[in-house]
């Protein structure tokens, strides 16, 4: 795993059994790892997406089924990719087509988590949506890409789940005191699924500034180097949180964002609060649409 000097520290004080299951894990999808290419250039072709996914038909029915979907805002239904691409534009279709591309990956339960088979991916989704439009609130060019940290901000806990199971009950207690589940994930496991997803992402050779939003969503006042990004991820993955119930250590209800985080990307806690009612019709909408096995 080649990591920067950054990661090579924050690596030195995890655990061995679950240093070796961050270097077991599988490498980004092939259909994902080109449709990415594909989006750092200026020009897409739709041909050359379509070359992409005519190799997986299972790919296509799910790109056509987000793309179907009332989160993704299509205005009637779409049958074909062409058509998809016409309504929602061919950067806006490659990210869809990037979402479910990893839905393999992430659309499985997460132990531990309490998490059932498609939740993290649902959540990710949202996430990366929500980032989507914190962006366009900020103004951002479409070359800020805010899409993929959100979109892979808790690939951590496909890692951790396993562990988290097996201390599940010490981790409650600490949390029952007040305490965030990622710092509880420290005190416990010397790491949190924050640290393990910025491994992982460092493992597929992603740019430090996506490393660095995944590392620090969750404790944005942490992060020494806090950019748009980071403050982006780390709030449309608040925004997106579960409400959580008995079986799920996921995320607890949102609460207030950092007021620091509001400041530098000039969203005031009204605005916040807005955008946080329509992501939860997101996902309640993208729920409905999509079903997983």
């Not at 997986?56 to 990719?81: I, W, Y």
Request: charged share 25%; hydrophobic share 45%.
């Amino acid at each position: 795993m080649e990591l920067n000097s950054e990661n090579e520290d924050m690596e030195k004080d995890i655990p061995d059994a679950i240093k070796i299951k961050v270097s077991s894990f599988p490498s980004m999808p092939r259909a994902a790892i080109k449709l990415r290419q594909l989006l750092a250039k200026e020009d897409v072709a739709m041909d050359d997406i379509e070359a992409i996914l005519r190799h997986d038909p299972g790919l296509a029915t799910n790109v056509l089924r987000l793309a179907n979907s009332a989160f993704f805002g299509v205005p009637k239904k779409v049958e074909t990719l062409k058509q998809a691409v016409m309504l929602l534009g061919i950067k806006r279709f490659a990210q869809i087509a990037v979402s479910a591309s990893m839905s393999k990956t992430m659309d499985k339960a997460v132990e531990g988590y309490g998490l059932s088979a498609g939740e993290l991916w649902l959540h990710s989704i949202a996430a990366s949506n929500t980032a989507e439009a914190l962006a366009r609130h900020k103004k951002l060019t479409q070359t800020d890409d805010v899409f993929t940290p959100a979109l892979l901000h808790d690939m951590g806990k496909l890692v951790l789940g396993k562990f988290v199971k097996e201390e599940r009950q010490n981790i409650e207690r600490i949390m029952s005191t007040g305490v965030t589940l990622d710092a509880a994930e420290q005190m416990v496991l010397e790491t949190d699924h924050a640290e393990i997803g910025a491994l992982i992402l460092a493992k597929w050779s992603f740019p430090d500034n996506i490393v660095n939003a995944v590392r620090w969503h969750h404790n944005p006042d942490g992060n020494q180097n806090p950019t748009t990004k980071s403050d982006i991820t780390y709030l449309s993955n608040l925004i997106c949180q579960s409400s959580g119930d008995d079986r799920d250590l996921s995320e607890r209800a949102p609460g207030i964002p950092s007021l620091a985080v509001l400041d530098r990307l000039g969203i005031k806690l009204d605005q916040y609060e807005l955008i946080a009612a329509e992501a939860q019709n997101w996902m309640i909408n993208l729920t409905q649409k999509l079903s997983f096995d």
